[in-house]
């Protein structure tokens, strides 16, 4: 069972940044690819932004530009800076698996935008 932990949630007003982190627990953790996934409520969970082993990365084009996927494999651990926030990013973020099979889904991080 690969363990996640998902922190630095919170809320900001429009135009702020906050940076979520992502401490997992898998063994061979470089070698995955991995994502932040968000699910605001009455919406369907959407991938946000992914990055490979390689550190390639890939993002909805509704967060390209502002967002920035990265990763730390000495620390196992996945980050997602966020920047010029607007109130359509208020969601739960989630850290996983960038492409299926994924893991089970955790507790995730609030996101509030909100003036």
């Known amino acids: 069972q690969v363990q996640r932990v998902e922190s630095g949630g919170g809320l900001v007003q429009p135009g702020e940044s906050l940076r979520l982190s992502c401490s997992i627990s898998?063994?061979?953790?470089?070698?995955?690819?991995l994502g932040w996934y968000r699910q605001a409520p009455g919406n369907q969970r959407e991938l946000v932004a992914s990055i490979t082993g390689g550190s390639g990365t890939n993002y909805v084009d509704s967060v390209k530009g502002r967002f920035t996927i990265s990763r730390d494999n000495a620390r196992k651990t996945l980050y997602l800076s966020m920047n010029s926030l607007k109130p359509e990013d208020s969601a739960v973020y989630y850290c996983n698996k960038g492409v299926d099979p994924v893991w089970s889904w955790g507790q995730g991080t609030q996101v509030t935008v909100s003036s």
């Open positions: 898998a063994r061979f953790f470089s070698t995955y690819t």
